[in-house]
């Protein structure tokens, strides 16, 4: 004859057992929050105008406890989409450092960038400057007027986040018609003159906004200063 498990012969605890271990065992709940999610809690009447302590109690812990779980989701959430973002860019400097020549540079950065970054389109651009010239790379890189990129970011600012109506047909040329947000950033790979910028752009609205974090974009731009330095500068 077959064995009943142990545990299917052990009778189940009754109420007045359970009663007496949460008596015996006053933090039981402290560190098992979630159970209260579950219980039902009596009101007490204790007459016109006198509150049930008790059950404000059991209240508040079940929304601290409900509070707790949704900032903790957030917070994963928050890390695992800066995790993502950070790879992106990592795979994008991959692709910049991998280029041969100045043109394969640009190109990398106009065609596999946004892929990687789930852009639209990257302009690059520089200012017109007689003993420095920027070569163009066949209309990649953007000519802009002396004084252009002051004008765009400002004297004394090097990022503009632009949340909408952000496509300037100087800086992103035939593409400024699809470009609503963009992150400008400005470069000066020469330490002095030429200067330029470059820019993200993406179709969709308020993807940039003044007041995100810009650590990524401004790292971003950083390489791209290199970059051009790497293949503009002479070698001494």
């Avoid at 860019?89 to 990687?116: M, S």
């Amino acid at each position: 004859m077959t064995e009943m498990p142990e545990s299917l012969l052990k009778p189940a605890p009754s109420a007045e057992d359970v009663a007496q271990y949460l008596a015996e065992n006053p933090d039981f709940f402290r560190h098992r929050q979630n159970l209260l999610d579950g219980l039902e809690m009596p009101v007490r009447q204790h007459g016109s105008g006198v509150a049930d302590m008790q059950h404000y109690i059991v209240e508040r812990l079940r929304a601290e406890s409900d509070k707790l779980r949704g900032a903790t989701s957030e917070l994963i959430h928050i890390s695992r989409s800066n995790l993502e973002t950070q790879q992106r860019i990592h795979r994008a400097v991959l692709a910049l450092l991998n280029a041969k020549g100045f043109e394969t540079f640009v190109e990398a950065l106009q065609d596999l960038v946004p892929d990687l970054l789930d852009l639209d389109c990257i302009a690059i651009c520089f200012e017109e400057h007689a003993q420095a010239p920027i070569p163009r790379c066949g209309g990649r890189v953007r000519r802009l007027t002396a004084g252009a990129v002051d004008q765009v970011l400002g004297e004394d600012q090097d990022v503009w986040m632009v949340p909408d109506h952000a496509g300037d047909e100087a800086i992103f040329g035939p593409r400024a018609d699809i470009v609503r947000s963009a992150a400008l950033v400005r470069l000066a790979p020469f330490y002095g003159d030429p200067v330029g910028l470059v820019a993200f752009g993406v179709a969709e609205p308020d993807y940039f906004s003044p007041v995100q974090g810009n650590d990524l974009v401004l790292f971003l731009a950083s390489v791209i200063e290199f970059g051009v330095r790497r293949w503009l500068t002479a070698p001494e």
